[in-house]
């Protein structure tokens, strides 16, 4: 497990200060008279000084090491309307980035039946919120990517408002399609049986919405999720 400075620094002056206290009591116990009597007392102090001398000394050469170089990570949000093809495209990012990680929105929520109330969309959020924090957290990753719906900017404010964001690059993108294109997915979406025909309307209807949003807007038409995952890697490392 790898520990802050600060850490390190803060239990190395516990044990030195438990150290001396450790030491006052053996030069007590040595200046009894009968040093003979006390000898069990002795022996226990000795060995806690030799145990805790040791852990001091580890943690001295913990703090002598030169620090890892601090890799920066990067979030990726990735919002658009239902069937735009945020799932197909992050996971082709996913793919696309070292050391990244992919988290679908829709997977904090996927219930039956599915009921939106007050408490069931603050509990979808705290579920993503506390998610993304766990891999941002992670040394194993670099790249965080994250799609939702997110048609309106107090939702991603406040998934950001919750997050560990220090030396972390946000990179914020909303996939959009033209309103023909959409309607052609969703239908057929439909024929396969994979959504229900009233998802249509609702998704047309929150197209527009992404136009007032603070992200980058990547039009999908006529274009491969593979392009669209390069397209959008690219904005990162720009």
Not at 41 to 60: K, N, P, Y
Not at 77 to 87: D, F, I, N, Q, R
Not at 133 to 143: D, K, M, P, W
């Amino acid at each position: 497990m790898d520990y802050t400075k600060e850490q390190l620094t803060e239990a190395r002056r516990q044990i030195r200060s438990t150290l001396h206290k450790l030491r006052q009591v053996d030069a007590t116990l040595r200046a009894k008279a009968d040093p003979g009597r006390v000898r069990s007392q002795l022996t226990l102090v000795q060995r806690r000084i030799e145990a805790f001398s040791l852990a001091d000394d580890l943690i001295g050469q913990a703090l002598a090491r030169p620090a890892a170089p601090c890799v920066p990570k990067t979030l990726y949000l990735v919002g658009g309307a239902m069937g735009v093809g945020k799932t197909t495209v992050c996971k082709q990012l996913n793919a696309l980035l070292p050391q990244s990680v992919f988290l679908d929105g829709d997977w904090c929520w996927d219930a039956s039946p599915f009921q939106v109330t007050p408490e069931t969309q603050a509990m979808v959020l705290d579920n993503i919120c506390h998610t993304l924090a766990n891999f941002l957290g992670c040394s194993a990753y670099r790249n965080v990517v994250f799609c939702w719906v997110m048609h309106r900017q107090d939702i991603i404010d406040a998934i950001l408002s919750r997050l560990p964001l220090a030396g972390c690059r946000v990179c914020c993108v909303s996939l959009t399609a033209s309103e023909a294109v959409l309607r052609r997915r969703l239908e057929a979406d439909v024929l396969a049986g994979l959504r229900s025909p009233d998802v249509i309307q609702r998704s047309l209807a929150r197209l527009p919405l992404y136009d007032g949003l603070h992200t980058v807007k990547v039009l999908s038409d006529g274009k491969a999720p593979a392009d669209l995952a390069a397209e959008i890697a690219r904005l990162a490392a720009d």
